[in-house]
């Protein structure tokens, strides 16, 4: 039986430990798509952060043609990049090229070229209470844009729990975005209303969390993920790229995860975030 299975954090790139090929190790296992999240380059301007957006977003096209697979492309400045241009420069450069960088990422969005502002957020290590508030003020203007260009935020932030799934939702309510265009990335099985607080997780795939999750929401109102980065010096690096679809489909033929659910992360999730 097809079933639709889909990775909702998925790196891949043309120099990487597996390229191209990581996505067919995905498909071969039984994945149908993917959202295709840039990696940090830590660019110093906006013109060279653009410039990596579109190179991601040709990269996403040509793992499309070349595999059939459906490929939701993610961009956005990762939280550690602005953070760099602070220690060179200072906050006022940083914040600067932050906003830009959310500018010309929600340019790119709003004219359909890809589909989630992401990963996006907060540094998720330790850091001076003024460094996160600033990222935390950066955060909530690219909810802004992701607001004003119609598509979802994908967050990068640290271990999260139900107080700060729910800090995250009212800096989306300030924003004017929808919580529920806001996914938890490396999320754990915060999958009750009570837990999530309106966002949507994104389950690191472990099996531990797929059964946790199942049992407390086992309609399926989550998506699952690897995190699957492609970086040459640490190969399979979080988890493998084929792990979601073998995870969801072992499950699916021990009677764990009913077709009805597979469909409801595997396909209406993602369509209903990213587009049909």
Known sequence: MALPVHDNHFHCRPDGWLGIEAARRFQAAGGTSIAHVRLPSYPTTV?????TCRDHIAFSARIREETGLRVWT?????????LQVAKALGWEAAEDFARGCFDAAGRLLAAGEAHCMGEVGRAHFPVPEETQGRLNGLLEY?????????VPVMLHTEHTEAATMAEFGRMADRAGLPRDRVIKHYCGPL????EHHGLVPSIIAGRSNIRAALEKDPG???????????EPTRPDVVMPPDTVPKRVLGLFQNGEITESATHRIGQEWPERLYGA
């Open 191 to 194: 999958v009750r209303a009570e």
């Open 74 to 82: 993610a961009i956005g400045p990762y939280p550690l990049e602005p």
């Open 47 to 51: 013109e060279g952060f653009e410039a």
């Open 142 to 150: 690219g909810m802004g844009v992701a607001k004003d260009a119609g």
């Open 220 to 230: 399926g109102r989550w998506m699952l993920e690897t995190d699957y980065i492609d």
